[in-house]
Protein backbone atom coordinates (compact mmCIF):
# COMPACT_ATOMS: atom_id res chain seq x y z
CA UNK A 1 0.00 0.00 0.00
CA UNK A 2 0.74 4.09 -0.83
CA UNK A 3 2.72 5.01 2.14
CA UNK A 4 1.31 8.74 3.09
CA UNK A 5 4.32 11.50 3.08
CA UNK A 6 5.17 13.21 6.24
CA UNK A 7 3.46 10.56 8.24
CA UNK A 8 5.24 8.24 10.28
CA UNK A 9 4.71 4.59 12.45
CA UNK A 10 6.22 4.11 15.67
CA UNK A 11 5.36 1.43 17.89
CA UNK A 12 4.81 1.96 21.81
CA UNK A 13 8.28 0.10 22.49
CA UNK A 14 9.85 2.21 19.69
CA UNK A 15 7.93 5.31 21.44
CA UNK A 16 9.38 5.05 24.66
CA UNK A 17 12.73 6.04 23.37
CA UNK A 18 11.45 8.95 23.02
CA UNK A 19 12.30 10.56 26.40
CA UNK A 20 15.95 9.40 26.25
CA UNK A 21 15.85 11.56 22.78
CA UNK A 22 14.67 14.61 24.41
CA UNK A 23 17.00 13.80 27.42
CA UNK A 24 20.06 13.58 24.79
CA UNK A 25 18.14 17.08 22.85
CA UNK A 26 18.82 18.79 26.56
CA UNK A 27 14.97 19.17 27.31
CA UNK A 28 13.60 18.41 30.49
CA UNK A 29 9.89 17.15 29.57
CA UNK A 30 6.46 17.64 30.92
CA UNK A 31 3.75 15.44 30.64
CA UNK A 32 0.58 13.72 32.30
CA UNK A 33 1.16 12.00 35.12
CA UNK A 34 -1.04 10.70 38.07
CA UNK A 35 -0.91 12.51 41.14
CA UNK A 36 -3.73 12.96 44.29
CA UNK A 37 -6.39 11.43 42.19
CA UNK A 38 -6.15 13.43 38.49
CA UNK A 39 -3.95 13.44 35.50
CA UNK A 40 -1.83 16.11 36.19
CA UNK A 41 1.18 17.35 34.48
CA UNK A 42 4.76 16.93 35.81
CA UNK A 43 8.15 16.26 35.02
CA UNK A 44 8.39 12.75 33.52
CA UNK A 45 11.32 10.29 32.52
CA UNK A 46 9.65 6.83 31.16
CA UNK A 47 6.79 5.83 30.46
CA UNK A 48 6.53 4.24 33.73
CA UNK A 49 5.98 8.42 34.44
CA UNK A 50 2.46 7.79 32.07
CA UNK A 51 -1.16 7.10 33.11
CA UNK A 52 -1.11 3.83 31.37
CA UNK A 53 -4.35 1.96 30.78
CA UNK A 54 -6.05 4.70 32.91
CA UNK A 55 -9.12 7.03 32.12
CA UNK A 56 -10.81 9.78 33.09
CA UNK A 57 -14.60 10.33 33.85
CA UNK A 58 -15.74 13.88 34.03
CA UNK A 59 -18.63 15.86 34.28
CA UNK A 60 -20.23 19.24 35.98
CA UNK A 61 -18.20 19.60 39.56
CA UNK A 62 -17.28 15.66 39.03
CA UNK A 63 -13.46 14.05 38.22
CA UNK A 64 -12.72 10.49 38.84
CA UNK A 65 -9.75 7.88 37.60
CA UNK A 66 -11.27 4.59 36.39
CA UNK A 67 -9.48 1.98 34.20
CA UNK A 68 -9.27 2.15 30.33
CA UNK A 69 -8.09 0.78 27.50
CA UNK A 70 -5.38 -1.66 29.12
CA UNK A 71 -2.32 -0.65 27.49
CA UNK A 72 -3.72 2.58 26.12
CA UNK A 73 -1.16 5.50 26.82
CA UNK A 74 -3.30 8.28 26.24
CA UNK A 75 -6.74 6.72 27.03
CA UNK A 76 -8.09 9.96 28.97
CA UNK A 77 -8.89 13.96 28.10
CA UNK A 78 -7.55 16.65 29.77
CA UNK A 79 -6.73 17.16 33.50
CA UNK A 80 -7.32 20.46 35.94
CA UNK A 81 -3.66 21.66 34.46
CA UNK A 82 -2.82 22.99 30.78
CA UNK A 83 0.45 23.99 29.22
CA UNK A 84 -0.61 28.07 31.62
CA UNK A 85 1.51 27.68 34.59
CA UNK A 86 4.64 26.21 32.69
CA UNK A 87 4.48 29.44 30.53
CA UNK A 88 3.43 31.94 32.87
CA UNK A 89 4.34 30.03 37.00
CA UNK A 90 1.60 31.35 39.36
CA UNK A 91 4.22 33.42 41.41
CA UNK A 92 7.34 34.87 39.95
CA UNK A 93 9.05 37.33 41.31
CA UNK A 94 9.49 40.50 38.86
CA UNK A 95 11.84 42.87 40.73
CA UNK A 96 14.00 43.91 43.91
CA UNK A 97 15.04 46.78 45.34
CA UNK A 98 17.95 46.94 48.16
CA UNK A 99 18.50 50.16 49.77
CA UNK A 100 22.15 51.23 49.68
CA UNK A 101 23.11 53.82 51.74
CA UNK A 102 21.77 57.33 50.23
CA UNK A 103 21.08 55.21 47.14
CA UNK A 104 18.77 52.54 45.58
CA UNK A 105 19.43 49.14 43.56
CA UNK A 106 17.23 47.51 41.32
CA UNK A 107 17.97 44.37 40.65
CA UNK A 108 15.91 42.19 38.59
CA UNK A 109 16.28 38.21 38.87
CA UNK A 110 17.55 35.95 36.33
CA UNK A 111 15.17 33.66 34.68
CA UNK A 112 15.97 30.54 34.09
CA UNK A 113 14.27 29.44 31.03
CA UNK A 114 14.95 25.53 30.94
CA UNK A 115 14.54 24.00 27.58
CA UNK A 116 11.28 22.20 28.19
CA UNK A 117 9.47 19.15 26.19
CA UNK A 118 5.67 19.70 26.52
CA UNK A 119 4.81 15.93 26.18
CA UNK A 120 1.39 14.96 25.43
CA UNK A 121 -0.47 18.24 26.10
CA UNK A 122 -3.61 18.21 23.61
CA UNK A 123 -4.93 20.61 20.47
CA UNK A 124 -7.14 22.30 22.89
CA UNK A 125 -4.22 23.54 25.02
CA UNK A 126 -2.01 24.17 21.90
CA UNK A 127 -4.80 26.37 20.95
CA UNK A 128 -4.93 27.89 24.55
CA UNK A 129 -1.09 28.69 24.16
CA UNK A 130 -1.79 30.14 21.08
CA UNK A 131 -4.60 32.68 22.38
CA UNK A 132 -2.24 33.42 25.16
CA UNK A 133 0.58 34.29 22.62
CA UNK A 134 -1.71 36.85 21.10
CA UNK A 135 -2.11 38.30 24.21
CA UNK A 136 1.59 38.13 25.88
CA UNK A 137 3.95 37.07 23.45
CA UNK A 138 2.24 39.31 19.83
CA UNK A 139 0.39 41.93 21.69
CA UNK A 140 1.74 45.62 22.00
CA UNK A 141 3.11 44.89 25.53
CA UNK A 142 5.54 41.53 25.21
CA UNK A 143 6.09 39.77 28.58
CA UNK A 144 9.59 39.15 27.69
CA UNK A 145 9.36 36.31 30.47
CA UNK A 146 6.57 34.49 28.78
CA UNK A 147 8.04 34.77 25.19
CA UNK A 148 11.67 33.32 26.38
CA UNK A 149 9.54 30.26 28.30
CA UNK A 150 7.41 29.57 24.78
CA UNK A 151 10.21 30.15 22.50
CA UNK A 152 12.25 27.36 24.39
CA UNK A 153 9.10 25.05 24.44
CA UNK A 154 8.92 21.84 22.27
CA UNK A 155 5.61 20.82 21.80
CA UNK A 156 4.74 17.21 21.04
CA UNK A 157 0.86 17.02 20.47
CA UNK A 158 -1.40 13.84 21.26
CA UNK A 159 -4.52 14.22 19.38
CA UNK A 160 -7.94 12.82 21.35
CA UNK A 161 -9.57 9.59 20.74
CA UNK A 162 -11.22 9.59 24.45
CA UNK A 163 -12.92 12.86 24.99
CA UNK A 164 -14.78 13.75 28.18
CA UNK A 165 -18.02 14.33 28.82
CA UNK A 166 -17.16 17.83 29.19
CA UNK A 167 -15.59 18.55 26.04
CA UNK A 168 -16.70 21.11 23.39
CA UNK A 169 -13.93 21.43 21.38
CA UNK A 170 -15.73 20.78 17.72
CA UNK A 171 -17.44 24.03 18.52
CA UNK A 172 -13.98 26.21 18.92
CA UNK A 173 -12.76 24.40 16.39
CA UNK A 174 -9.76 23.71 18.44
CA UNK A 175 -9.35 20.14 18.68
CA UNK A 176 -9.87 17.02 18.48
CA UNK A 177 -6.98 16.97 16.07
CA UNK A 178 -4.62 19.66 16.26
CA UNK A 179 -3.73 21.15 12.53
CA UNK A 180 -0.91 23.32 13.18
CA UNK A 181 1.77 25.07 15.73
CA UNK A 182 3.01 21.64 17.43
CA UNK A 183 7.00 20.19 16.45
CA UNK A 184 5.26 16.78 16.82
CA UNK A 185 2.12 15.39 16.37
CA UNK A 186 0.81 12.08 18.12
CA UNK A 187 -2.36 10.17 17.41
CA UNK A 188 -2.32 6.99 19.31
CA UNK A 189 -4.26 3.59 17.13
CA UNK A 190 -5.08 1.10 19.72
CA UNK A 191 -7.72 -1.72 19.44
CA UNK A 192 -7.81 -5.60 19.59
CA UNK A 193 -5.01 -6.33 17.21
CA UNK A 194 -2.99 -3.37 16.29
CA UNK A 195 -1.07 -0.49 18.95
CA UNK A 196 0.68 1.73 17.01
CA UNK A 197 1.37 5.59 16.87
CA UNK A 198 1.27 7.87 14.22
CA UNK A 199 3.68 10.81 14.59
CA UNK A 200 3.87 13.86 12.12
CA UNK A 201 6.63 16.01 12.11
CA UNK A 202 5.77 19.53 12.26
CA UNK A 203 9.06 21.38 12.62
CA UNK A 204 12.43 20.73 12.24
CA UNK A 205 12.99 19.96 15.61
CA UNK A 206 10.04 17.24 15.04
CA UNK A 207 11.59 15.50 12.17
CA UNK A 208 15.08 15.68 14.12
CA UNK A 209 13.33 13.51 16.76
CA UNK A 210 11.18 11.17 13.98
CA UNK A 211 15.04 10.49 12.80
CA UNK A 212 16.29 9.15 16.06
CA UNK A 213 13.30 6.81 16.74
CA UNK A 214 12.97 3.77 15.10
CA UNK A 215 10.38 4.40 12.88
CA UNK A 216 8.76 3.41 9.46
CA UNK A 217 6.50 5.50 6.61
CA UNK A 218 3.10 5.42 7.57
CA UNK A 219 0.52 3.74 4.71
CA UNK A 220 -2.84 5.04 3.84
CA UNK A 221 -4.88 2.63 5.96
CA UNK A 222 -2.65 3.27 9.18
CA UNK A 223 -3.53 7.30 8.73
CA UNK A 224 -6.99 6.65 7.81
CA UNK A 225 -7.09 4.68 11.23
CA UNK A 226 -5.52 7.82 13.00
CA UNK A 227 -7.76 9.90 11.22
CA UNK A 228 -10.83 7.61 12.85
CA UNK A 229 -10.23 8.14 15.90
CA UNK A 230 -10.57 11.55 16.45
CA UNK A 231 -13.48 11.28 14.27
CA UNK A 232 -15.01 9.28 16.43
CA UNK A 233 -14.19 11.93 19.54
CA UNK A 234 -15.92 14.01 17.72
CA UNK A 235 -18.85 11.88 17.23
CA UNK A 236 -18.79 11.27 20.89
CA UNK A 237 -19.10 14.87 21.89
CA UNK A 238 -22.23 16.20 23.11
CA UNK A 239 -21.55 19.63 24.28
CA UNK A 240 -21.05 22.56 22.18
CA UNK A 241 -20.52 26.10 22.78
CA UNK A 242 -23.21 28.40 21.20
CA UNK A 243 -21.64 30.26 18.03
CA UNK A 244 -20.69 33.78 17.29
CA UNK A 245 -20.83 35.20 20.96
CA UNK A 246 -19.16 38.61 20.38
CA UNK A 247 -21.24 41.09 21.12
CA UNK A 248 -24.44 38.57 22.08
CA UNK A 249 -23.09 38.27 25.72
CA UNK A 250 -22.59 41.70 26.35
CA UNK A 251 -25.79 42.81 24.70
CA UNK A 252 -27.72 40.68 27.74
CA UNK A 253 -26.10 42.27 30.54
CA UNK A 254 -29.34 42.86 32.44
CA UNK A 255 -30.48 39.19 31.49
CA UNK A 256 -31.97 37.20 35.00
CA UNK A 257 -29.98 34.34 33.97
CA UNK A 258 -26.84 36.02 35.70
CA UNK A 259 -28.75 36.22 39.14
CA UNK A 260 -29.65 32.44 38.64
CA UNK A 261 -26.07 31.69 38.30
CA UNK A 262 -24.63 33.86 40.71
CA UNK A 263 -26.99 32.22 43.32
CA UNK A 264 -24.75 28.51 42.53
CA UNK A 265 -21.87 30.43 41.97
CA UNK A 266 -19.20 30.39 45.19
CA UNK A 267 -17.17 32.94 43.57
CA UNK A 268 -13.81 30.47 44.71
CA UNK A 269 -12.22 31.40 41.20
CA UNK A 270 -11.68 27.81 40.58
CA UNK A 271 -12.75 27.91 36.99
CA UNK A 272 -10.27 30.91 36.38
CA UNK A 273 -7.41 28.84 37.80
CA UNK A 274 -7.88 26.03 35.65
CA UNK A 275 -8.76 27.70 32.36
CA UNK A 276 -5.81 27.45 29.40
CA UNK A 277 -6.31 31.41 28.52
CA UNK A 278 -6.97 33.22 31.47
CA UNK A 279 -4.10 35.19 32.07
CA UNK A 280 -5.21 37.85 34.72
CA UNK A 281 -2.05 38.44 37.22
CA UNK A 282 -1.66 40.21 40.35
CA UNK A 283 1.43 42.38 41.18
CA UNK A 284 2.50 42.38 45.09
CA UNK A 285 4.58 44.50 46.17
CA UNK A 286 6.32 43.80 50.21
CA UNK A 287 9.23 44.96 52.36
CA UNK A 288 11.19 42.77 54.56
CA UNK A 289 11.43 43.32 57.93
CA UNK A 290 14.58 45.26 58.16
CA UNK A 291 12.87 47.87 56.13
CA UNK A 292 16.19 47.75 53.41
CA UNK A 293 14.06 45.60 50.77
CA UNK A 294 11.24 45.63 48.67
CA UNK A 295 10.07 42.53 46.81
CA UNK A 296 7.54 42.73 43.35
CA UNK A 297 6.17 39.37 42.67
CA UNK A 298 3.68 38.48 40.40
CA UNK A 299 1.07 36.09 40.65
CA UNK A 300 -2.14 34.28 39.54
CA UNK A 301 -5.13 36.50 39.93
CA UNK A 302 -9.01 36.12 39.43
CA UNK A 303 -11.50 38.13 37.90
CA UNK A 304 -13.34 36.39 41.17
CA UNK A 305 -11.74 38.46 43.75
CA UNK A 306 -13.08 41.54 44.95
CA UNK A 307 -9.38 43.02 44.56
CA UNK A 308 -9.11 42.28 40.52
CA UNK A 309 -11.47 45.42 40.16
CA UNK A 310 -10.28 47.22 42.96
CA UNK A 311 -10.13 51.01 42.14
CA UNK A 312 -10.34 54.38 44.15
CA UNK A 313 -13.24 54.29 46.42
CA UNK A 314 -14.03 50.15 46.33
CA UNK A 315 -14.44 47.04 43.85
CA UNK A 316 -16.07 48.03 40.76
CA UNK A 317 -17.63 44.53 41.07
CA UNK A 318 -18.70 44.24 44.75
CA UNK A 319 -21.00 40.77 43.64
CA UNK A 320 -21.02 37.66 42.10
CA UNK A 321 -23.34 38.34 39.30
CA UNK A 322 -21.11 41.54 38.13
CA UNK A 323 -17.60 38.94 38.38
CA UNK A 324 -19.38 36.07 36.58
CA UNK A 325 -20.60 38.27 34.37
CA UNK A 326 -17.05 39.69 33.69
CA UNK A 327 -15.75 36.34 33.43
CA UNK A 328 -18.13 34.44 30.76
CA UNK A 329 -18.52 38.51 28.72
CA UNK A 330 -14.43 38.47 28.22
CA UNK A 331 -13.62 34.76 27.64
CA UNK A 332 -16.47 34.69 24.62
CA UNK A 333 -17.84 37.94 23.75
CA UNK A 334 -15.33 40.94 24.21
CA UNK A 335 -12.21 38.98 23.55
CA UNK A 336 -12.84 39.00 19.78
CA UNK A 337 -12.93 42.93 19.96
CA UNK A 338 -9.23 42.99 22.19
CA UNK A 339 -7.86 40.09 20.14
CA UNK A 340 -9.77 39.04 17.06
CA UNK A 341 -11.15 36.04 18.72
CA UNK A 342 -12.95 33.68 21.30
CA UNK A 343 -10.87 33.29 24.49
CA UNK A 344 -12.27 29.64 25.08
CA UNK A 345 -10.70 26.47 23.46
CA UNK A 346 -13.76 24.11 24.63
CA UNK A 347 -11.06 22.23 27.07
CA UNK A 348 -14.22 22.07 29.51
CA UNK A 349 -11.84 22.61 32.50
CA UNK A 350 -14.21 24.97 34.04
CA UNK A 351 -17.32 22.82 33.94
CA UNK A 352 -15.37 19.90 35.47
CA UNK A 353 -13.37 21.85 37.91
CA UNK A 354 -16.22 24.39 39.24
CA UNK A 355 -17.20 22.31 42.50
CA UNK A 356 -21.14 23.28 41.82
CA UNK A 357 -20.83 22.39 38.43
CA UNK A 358 -21.44 25.43 36.40
CA UNK A 359 -21.38 24.93 32.54
CA UNK A 360 -20.58 27.72 30.45
CA UNK A 361 -22.00 26.16 27.74
CA UNK A 362 -25.69 26.22 29.51
CA UNK A 363 -24.91 29.37 30.60
CA UNK A 364 -23.94 30.86 27.12
CA UNK A 365 -26.79 28.82 25.30
CA UNK A 366 -29.19 30.47 27.96
CA UNK A 367 -28.34 33.93 27.79
CA UNK A 368 -28.35 34.48 24.13
CA UNK A 369 -30.97 31.71 23.58
CA UNK A 370 -33.19 34.33 25.76
CA UNK A 371 -33.90 31.69 27.43
CA UNK B 1 16.41 56.63 66.20
CA UNK B 2 14.14 55.11 68.75
CA UNK B 3 13.19 51.41 67.73
CA UNK B 4 9.07 51.11 68.17
CA UNK B 5 8.18 49.79 71.46
CA UNK B 6 6.03 46.57 70.93
CA UNK B 7 4.06 44.54 73.43
CA UNK B 8 2.34 41.22 72.98
CA UNK B 9 -0.92 40.59 75.48
CA UNK B 10 -2.97 37.10 75.61
CA UNK B 11 -6.63 37.30 76.51
CA UNK B 12 -8.61 33.92 75.94
CA UNK B 13 -6.47 31.86 74.19
CA UNK B 14 -4.35 29.12 73.62
CA UNK B 15 -0.93 30.73 73.16
CA UNK B 16 -0.71 28.99 69.57
CA UNK B 17 -0.38 32.23 67.57
CA UNK B 18 2.02 34.26 70.36
CA UNK B 19 3.88 31.24 69.59
CA UNK B 20 4.00 31.37 66.14
CA UNK B 21 5.98 34.80 66.47
CA UNK B 22 8.81 32.77 68.74
CA UNK B 23 8.72 30.59 66.22
CA UNK B 24 10.03 33.05 63.40
CA UNK B 25 13.23 31.73 63.95
CA UNK B 26 15.29 33.23 61.67
CA UNK B 27 13.44 36.50 61.67
CA UNK B 28 13.70 36.71 65.72
CA UNK B 29 16.94 38.41 65.93
CA UNK B 30 16.21 40.95 63.07
CA UNK B 31 13.14 41.63 64.79
CA UNK B 32 14.80 42.37 68.11
CA UNK B 33 16.91 44.44 66.60
CA UNK B 34 14.16 46.65 64.92
CA UNK B 35 11.80 46.83 68.02
CA UNK B 36 12.09 47.04 71.59
CA UNK B 37 9.70 44.27 73.08
CA UNK B 38 8.52 45.89 75.66
CA UNK B 39 6.09 43.58 76.90
CA UNK B 40 6.04 39.78 75.76
CA UNK B 41 4.93 37.56 79.09
CA UNK B 42 5.29 34.13 76.90
CA UNK B 43 8.68 34.94 76.00
CA UNK B 44 9.95 36.88 79.28
CA UNK B 45 8.68 38.05 82.36
CA UNK B 46 11.04 41.63 81.82
CA UNK B 47 9.01 44.31 80.91
CA UNK B 48 8.44 47.84 80.65
CA UNK B 49 5.28 49.87 81.37
CA UNK B 50 3.62 51.98 78.36
CA UNK B 51 2.98 53.29 75.98
CA UNK B 52 3.18 51.16 73.37
CA UNK B 53 3.82 51.38 69.66
CA UNK B 54 2.28 48.45 68.27
CA UNK B 55 0.38 45.92 70.34
CA UNK B 56 -0.25 42.56 69.16
CA UNK B 57 -3.52 40.87 71.04
CA UNK B 58 -4.32 37.32 70.74
CA UNK B 59 -7.52 36.00 72.37
CA UNK B 60 -11.29 37.20 72.90
CA UNK B 61 -12.92 38.67 75.44
CA UNK B 62 -15.17 36.41 78.19
CA UNK B 63 -14.94 38.28 81.37
CA UNK B 64 -15.08 41.74 82.61
CA UNK B 65 -12.14 41.85 83.55
CA UNK B 66 -10.77 41.39 80.34
CA UNK B 67 -13.15 43.66 78.59
CA UNK B 68 -11.65 46.09 81.10
CA UNK B 69 -8.37 45.27 80.26
CA UNK B 70 -8.34 45.68 76.55
CA UNK B 71 -9.55 49.53 76.85
CA UNK B 72 -6.28 49.81 78.90
CA UNK B 73 -4.64 48.58 76.52
CA UNK B 74 -5.79 49.95 73.69
CA UNK B 75 -5.47 53.64 75.50
CA UNK B 76 -1.43 52.75 75.91
CA UNK B 77 -1.42 51.20 72.30
CA UNK B 78 -0.51 53.16 68.94
CA UNK B 79 -1.04 50.49 66.49
CA UNK B 80 -2.93 47.70 67.95
CA UNK B 81 -3.53 44.65 65.78
CA UNK B 82 -5.27 41.34 66.70
CA UNK B 83 -3.96 37.89 65.96
CA UNK B 84 -5.61 34.25 65.22
CA UNK B 85 -9.49 33.45 64.96
CA UNK B 86 -9.97 33.69 68.93
CA UNK B 87 -9.40 37.80 68.65
CA UNK B 88 -10.70 37.87 65.51
CA UNK B 89 -14.06 35.89 65.83
CA UNK B 90 -13.71 34.80 69.28
CA UNK B 91 -12.11 31.62 68.73
CA UNK B 92 -13.79 28.05 69.57
CA UNK B 93 -14.58 29.25 73.13
CA UNK B 94 -17.17 30.78 70.94
CA UNK B 95 -19.41 27.99 70.87
CA UNK B 96 -20.95 29.22 74.22
CA UNK B 97 -22.53 31.96 72.06
CA UNK B 98 -25.09 29.55 71.17
CA UNK B 99 -25.93 27.86 73.92
CA UNK B 100 -26.27 28.28 78.11
CA UNK B 101 -23.66 29.41 79.44
CA UNK B 102 -25.13 28.06 83.48
CA UNK B 103 -24.92 24.63 81.18
CA UNK B 104 -21.60 24.78 80.18
CA UNK B 105 -20.47 25.55 83.78
CA UNK B 106 -22.42 22.68 85.67
CA UNK B 107 -21.18 20.40 83.03
CA UNK B 108 -17.65 21.36 83.08
CA UNK B 109 -16.55 22.58 86.31
CA UNK B 110 -16.92 21.11 90.05
CA UNK B 111 -17.73 23.89 91.58
CA UNK B 112 -19.15 26.72 89.13
CA UNK B 113 -20.08 28.84 91.43
CA UNK B 114 -16.21 30.09 91.51
CA UNK B 115 -16.07 30.69 87.74
CA UNK B 116 -16.46 34.61 87.09
CA UNK B 117 -17.37 34.54 82.84
CA UNK B 118 -19.44 36.29 80.23
CA UNK B 119 -21.96 34.60 78.24
CA UNK B 120 -20.72 35.25 75.18
CA UNK B 121 -16.86 34.96 73.75
CA UNK B 122 -16.31 38.13 71.51
CA UNK B 123 -13.80 39.41 68.95
CA UNK B 124 -11.39 42.11 70.43
CA UNK B 125 -13.01 44.07 67.78
CA UNK B 126 -16.24 44.66 69.60
CA UNK B 127 -14.74 46.61 72.57
CA UNK B 128 -12.11 48.91 71.07
CA UNK B 129 -10.89 50.02 67.43
CA UNK B 130 -8.88 47.60 66.41
CA UNK B 131 -5.69 48.33 63.20
CA UNK B 132 -5.86 45.52 61.66
CA UNK B 133 -6.60 41.42 62.29
CA UNK B 134 -4.87 39.01 61.24
CA UNK B 135 -6.36 35.63 61.02
CA UNK B 136 -6.07 32.08 61.24
CA UNK B 137 -5.88 29.59 63.82
CA UNK B 138 -3.24 29.94 63.96
CA UNK B 139 -1.79 33.10 62.16
CA UNK B 140 0.62 31.99 59.50
CA UNK B 141 4.00 32.67 60.06
CA UNK B 142 4.55 34.15 56.81
CA UNK B 143 2.01 36.87 57.23
CA UNK B 144 2.57 37.76 60.36
CA UNK B 145 5.68 39.10 59.41
CA UNK B 146 4.28 40.60 56.41
CA UNK B 147 2.07 42.31 59.14
CA UNK B 148 5.25 43.19 61.50
CA UNK B 149 7.32 44.51 57.81
CA UNK B 150 4.35 46.89 57.49
CA UNK B 151 3.64 48.31 60.26
CA UNK B 152 7.63 48.84 61.06
CA UNK B 153 7.51 51.00 57.41
CA UNK B 154 3.74 52.11 58.02
CA UNK B 155 2.52 50.78 54.52
CA UNK B 156 -0.74 48.45 54.40
CA UNK B 157 0.34 45.02 54.91
CA UNK B 158 -0.13 42.57 51.63
CA UNK B 159 -2.78 40.09 53.29
CA UNK B 160 -4.87 38.75 50.37
CA UNK B 161 -8.76 37.91 51.61
CA UNK B 162 -9.80 35.79 48.63
CA UNK B 163 -10.97 32.01 48.76
CA UNK B 164 -8.59 29.44 49.85
CA UNK B 165 -8.96 28.19 46.14
CA UNK B 166 -6.89 30.70 44.33
CA UNK B 167 -3.87 29.38 46.18
CA UNK B 168 -4.46 25.77 46.20
CA UNK B 169 -4.76 26.26 42.39
CA UNK B 170 -1.51 28.05 42.34
CA UNK B 171 -0.06 24.95 44.20
CA UNK B 172 -0.87 22.44 41.21
CA UNK B 173 -3.67 20.51 43.53
CA UNK B 174 -6.26 19.42 41.93
CA UNK B 175 -9.35 20.17 43.91
CA UNK B 176 -10.29 17.97 46.21
CA UNK B 177 -14.49 18.32 45.81
CA UNK B 178 -14.16 17.46 42.50
CA UNK B 179 -11.45 14.46 42.22
CA UNK B 180 -12.42 12.78 45.58
CA UNK B 181 -15.80 14.29 46.73
CA UNK B 182 -14.12 15.32 49.94
CA UNK B 183 -16.51 18.45 51.69
CA UNK B 184 -13.89 20.88 51.82
CA UNK B 185 -14.61 25.10 52.93
CA UNK B 186 -11.92 26.74 50.54
CA UNK B 187 -14.54 27.98 48.28
CA UNK B 188 -15.75 29.93 51.68
CA UNK B 189 -12.51 30.23 53.48
CA UNK B 190 -9.66 33.45 53.39
CA UNK B 191 -6.62 32.58 52.23
CA UNK B 192 -3.42 32.42 53.92
CA UNK B 193 -2.58 28.90 55.22
CA UNK B 194 -0.92 28.24 51.65
CA UNK B 195 -3.86 25.53 51.08
CA UNK B 196 -2.06 23.38 53.38
CA UNK B 197 -5.02 21.01 53.94
CA UNK B 198 -6.06 20.24 50.39
CA UNK B 199 -2.54 20.03 49.52
CA UNK B 200 -2.69 16.97 51.78
CA UNK B 201 -5.82 15.47 50.73
CA UNK B 202 -7.68 16.91 53.55
CA UNK B 203 -10.69 19.90 53.07
CA UNK B 204 -10.17 22.76 54.61
CA UNK B 205 -11.53 23.02 57.64
CA UNK B 206 -11.99 26.94 57.65
CA UNK B 207 -9.78 28.58 59.82
CA UNK B 208 -8.93 31.36 58.74
CA UNK B 209 -12.84 32.15 58.57
CA UNK B 210 -14.88 33.91 56.04
CA UNK B 211 -13.43 34.78 52.36
CA UNK B 212 -14.02 38.51 51.40
CA UNK B 213 -17.14 36.99 49.40
CA UNK B 214 -19.00 34.43 50.80
CA UNK B 215 -22.03 32.49 49.41
CA UNK B 216 -23.35 29.83 52.18
CA UNK B 217 -26.23 29.06 51.24
CA UNK B 218 -24.28 27.70 47.51
CA UNK B 219 -22.07 26.41 49.87
CA UNK B 220 -23.96 24.68 52.14
CA UNK B 221 -25.97 22.47 49.14
CA UNK B 222 -22.38 21.78 47.71
CA UNK B 223 -21.15 20.20 51.54
CA UNK B 224 -24.41 18.27 51.34
CA UNK B 225 -24.28 16.91 47.83
CA UNK B 226 -20.85 15.54 48.90
CA UNK B 227 -22.44 13.73 51.68
CA UNK B 228 -22.65 15.47 54.78
CA UNK B 229 -25.56 15.67 56.98
CA UNK B 230 -26.81 18.92 58.71
CA UNK B 231 -25.30 17.98 61.63
CA UNK B 232 -22.04 17.49 59.70
CA UNK B 233 -21.92 20.63 58.39
CA UNK B 234 -23.02 22.28 61.47
CA UNK B 235 -20.10 21.12 62.82
CA UNK B 236 -17.49 22.00 60.22
CA UNK B 237 -18.91 25.63 60.24
CA UNK B 238 -18.88 25.77 63.86
CA UNK B 239 -14.94 25.43 64.87
CA UNK B 240 -12.25 28.09 65.14
CA UNK B 241 -14.66 30.74 63.56
CA UNK B 242 -17.97 29.85 65.01
CA UNK B 243 -18.12 33.55 65.92
CA UNK B 244 -17.56 34.94 62.34
CA UNK B 245 -21.46 36.22 61.28
CA UNK B 246 -20.54 34.49 57.94
CA UNK B 247 -19.34 31.13 59.65
CA UNK B 248 -21.62 30.55 62.39
CA UNK B 249 -24.86 28.80 62.34
CA UNK B 250 -26.13 30.24 65.74
CA UNK B 251 -29.36 27.92 66.00
Known amino acids: MATVPGCFVVTPSDLSALFGILDELGYRTLGPTVRDGAIVIGEISGISDLPIGITDEQGPGRYRLRDGVAGAWFGFAVGPQSARAHLSPPERPLLEIRSRGPTLEFVEPEHHTERTALFGIRPCDLAAMEVQDRVLARGPHPDPRYVAARDTTLVVVVNCGVPADTCFCPSTRTGPRARSGFDLSVTEVVDQTDHYFVLEPGSEAGVEIVERLEHRPADRAEVNAALATTEAAVEAISRSLPEQLNGRLLAAADHSRWDEVAARCLSCGNCTMVCPTCFCSDVRDTTDLAGDTATRVQVWDSCFTLGHSHLHGGSVRADTRSRYRQWLTHKLDTWWDQFGQSGCVGCGRCITWCPPGIDLTVEAAAIVGGG | ?251
Open chain 2, 1 to 251: MNRPRLAVWKFSSCDGCQLTLLDCEDELLELAHRVDIAYFLEATRAHTEGPYDVSIVEGSITTSDDAERIRRVRAVSGKLVTIGACATAGGIQALRNAADIGDYLSAVYAAPEFISTLDRSTPISDHVDVDFELRGCPIDKGQLLELLSALLVGRRPDIARHSVCLDCKRAGNPCVMVATDTPCLGPVTQTGCGALCPSLDRGCFGCFGPAESVNMAAMVGQLRDRGLDDVGIHRLLNTFNTGAPAFGVES
